[in-house]
């Protein structure tokens, strides 16, 4: 999936002052979502409850024997984590990934707000709604930052927000996911699904993964633009995202 | 050294002349190219020209190293014996100058490429790999720079033209024409 990144570690860590600025502009609360964007999750959601988990964890996956054993053993781990609920802005990344005149170029957004919850104990029952303005997106180039708010590209006056919502995440073993719901960009909506990697290092929980959409599908680039021989239809997009409790 | 102490050399070899009007053309459609597409507004016809102008400068860097090892291992016709040492100083000079701008241009292009996070890929086909890693100012710094190369090598090379016709038309010697295609040069010290 992630082919072409390889060999193109391109990626640009913005500076501390930038972070700050990130940090404070990632939309992270739903009042600051336009109107017309599906209600995100809320992040303060609670009602989770250690002890009716735990219960609810040690019988069903007892009955699996030894395999319930080796789950018990991670339980020690498991048990100081709660939900994996908060974006860290600073330490996250969405990027993406194109092909222009066969060149790799790579892009990421500035800022963005992700709302999950993510239960080690319950990956099925978890959830990600993603936010991503337009307006944040930076291709690399201060030329191209000027054109990609235009109609022909994403129309960000019509269009300002990238948008997805996670409808099902299935487990594919070991702390592998697939994550799959409706991307909506530039009014277009598209279901895609993507391979997710959780790893949990104490009080943090990394997400990362990529995946592969085509932007015709989305009509991004129209006009001069919707010739695939200068900038290519397969858009590569690859995230990082570090959560804590 | 390859005539022999004997008979000095009196002419370019047809590499040498083809090496030399070859890479005069495609440095003057280089440089028209380089003029013109930076002032474009983007669009797929810009990027397209981009990339041809990089995959010209690489073939011509390329063809750089050929002449310079050409130079290397052919002497040279000598300097017309009229020329006195201030002229013979300032012409090793001028054709320094012009080899130094050959590597340097393309040089020049690679890395601001590579600032400016646009690999070069050449024929669309062959990755170059990048030399800096992105930087937006430092990219910025290397576009004066290959833009100011440029300034001067159309300066050197002018003056190089006018000097060759000066030898041509005012000194009546054979330096001008001991570079045209189709002319031996034999005969014509």
Known sequence: MDSIYRGYPRQSVPNPLQRLVNRAQAPTHPETRPAGMLPLANPNHGGYNPVRNLSHRVWSKSALGLAGLLWVSFWPEWSAATEFNTLQPAQSTLLFAYKQMNVPMEGRFKTFGIHLHFDPAKPAQGKAVLDAPIASLDTGSDEANDEVGNAAWFNSKKYPMAHFESTTIQPLGGNRYEVSGPLTIKGHTRLVSTPVTVVIQGNRAVFDGSFAIRRADFSVGEGTWADFGTVANDIQIKFHLVTTP | ?189
């Open chain 2, 1 to 189: 050294m390859t005539s022999g102490a004997q008979s000095p050399n009196t002419h370019y070899t047809a590499t040498a002349k083809g090496l030399h009007w070859f890479m005069a053309l495609g440095l003057i459609g280089l440089f028209a190219l380089g003029l013109y597409m930076a002032d474009l507004h983007l669009s797929p016809w810009k990027l397209k020209l981009y990339s041809w102008h990089k995959w010209a400068g690489v073939s011509l860097f390329l063809l750089a190293l050929v002449r310079l090892f050409w130079r290397l291992t052919h002497r040279p016709p000598e300097l017309p014996g009229h020329m006195r040492f201030l002229e013979r100083w300032l012409a090793h000079l001028g054709h320094a100058v012009l080899y130094l701008l050959l590597f340097a241009i393309p040089l020049s292009g690679w890395l601001m490429s590579s600032a400016k996070g646009v690999q070069t890929v050449y024929f669309g086909l062959w990755p170059i790999p990048d030399l800096l890693p992105k930087d937006k100012v430092l990219g910025d710094t290397l576009h004066e720079v290959h833009e100011t190369l440029n300034w001067i090598l159309a300066l050197v090379v002018s003056g190089h033209a006018l000097v060759a016709l000066k030898h041509h038309f005012v000194d009546h010697d054979a330096v001008l024409r001991r570079m045209l295609p189709g002319i031996s040069g034999k005969n014509q010290g």
